[in-house]
T-cell receptor, first 112, second 111 residues
């Protein structure tokens, strides 16, 4: 069965600092991988996705993620965090249109 | 405006009283899905539908029913709600590139 692990429940970074959120997955074949962001009181919004091809994926809001098959990882990165990036971030793995499994989320706090 | 709508947004009910949460999308998406979100557990998929009259169980389907009679609508039905179904529920639809668009959520409390 597929699964996703986000080992960091809560991360605090200073505004302007770099960010890396970790995601490890378990999946039998080549996975469809996603990162979503949830602002307080809101639904989820897709940041980026990976299906195949280039393992470094660019997304919205200046985020990128790198797929590393050997490490079963899909970590999310941003070179310089803004206060508006404070939110909860979810990694997900799916079978295309079928079952999608989300991680438990990482809450990002940004301090001035 | 492309969107997924859910109603109601907030609902407090009592154990055993049947309820339906509606979900509608205006993007002509074939794929729709329901999730529940609980603290520390992230989002867990309840049911999904790949097209009209085609539905399948997600990871936590017990106690829920769905139907997909029209492409745009995907209601979630709780025949006999229990307190452990108190949660935040999200409906989503997906386009041909697998991007899911989420509704605003329905906060359900079962007493």
């Amino acid at each position: 069965a597929q699964s996703v692990t986000q080992p960091d429940i809560h991360i605090t970074v200073s505004e302007g600092a770099s960010l890396e959120l970790r995601c490890n997955y378990s999946y039998g074949a080549t996975p469809y991988l996603f990162w979503y962001v949830q602002s307080p009181g809101q639904g989820l919004q897709l940041l980026l996705k990976y299906f195949s091809g280039d393992t470094l994926v660019q997304g919205i809001k200046g985020f990128e993620a790198e797929f590393k098959r050997s490490q079963s990882s899909f970590n999310l990165r941003k070179p310089s965090v803004h206060w508006s990036d404070a939110a909860e971030y979810f990694c997900a793995v799916g079978e295309g249109y079928q079952k999608v499994t989300f991680g438990t989320g990482t809450k990002l706090q940004v301090i001035p | 405006e492309a969107q997924v709508t859910q109603n109601p947004r907030y609902l407090i009910t009592v154990t055993g009283k049947k309820l339906t949460v509606t979900c509608s999308q205006n993007m002509n998406h074939e794929y729709m899905s329901w999730y529940r979100q609980d603290p520390g557990l992230g989002l867990r998929q309840i049911y999904y539908s790949m097209n009209v009259e085609v539905t399948d169980k997600g990871d936590v389907p017990e106690g829920y029913k769905v139907s997909r009679k029209e492409k745009r609508n995907f209601p979630l039905i709780l025949e006999s709600p229990s307190p452990n179904q108190t949660s935040l529920y999200f409906c989503a639809s997906a386009d041909s590139h697998y991007e899911q668009y989420f509704g605003p959520g329905t906060r359900l409390t079962v007493t």
